[in-house]
């Protein structure tokens, strides 16, 4: 009975713009999630990236410390 009583009290006028406020954050939200998510792609794109770049030098410098070993064992 209260709770029918709340209901049948309440100010449709007030009830409107509390929606109208939760659609604006419920958008401002969505916005901000669709620039997280970019966000989040391009920081992987860059971590996948690094990632190759790391293995390339990684490569070269094996290349060349196997030049280096063998320049001193042909001094030896």
């Known amino acids: ?3 029918a009583a709340q ?3 309440g100010d449709p006028a007030r009830d409107g713009k509390r929606v109208e406020a939760l659609l604006r954050e419920k958008a401002q939200l969505h916005q ?3 620039g997280l998510e970019a ?3 391009e ?3 860059e971590r996948n ?3 190759a770049q790391a293995e390339n030098v990684q490569r070269i410098q094996i290349r ?3 030049e280096s070993q063998a ?3 042909a001094l030896e």
Request: proline share 0%; no cysteine.
């Open 1 to 3: 009975e209260d709770l």
């Open 7 to 9: 209901l049948q009290s």
């Open 32 to 34: 901000r999630l669709k």
């Open 39 to 41: 966000e989040v792609t």
């Open 43 to 45: 920081l992987r794109a």
């Open 49 to 51: 990236n690094s990632g």
């Open 64 to 66: 060349q410390l196997a």
């Open 71 to 73: 320049a001193v064992k």
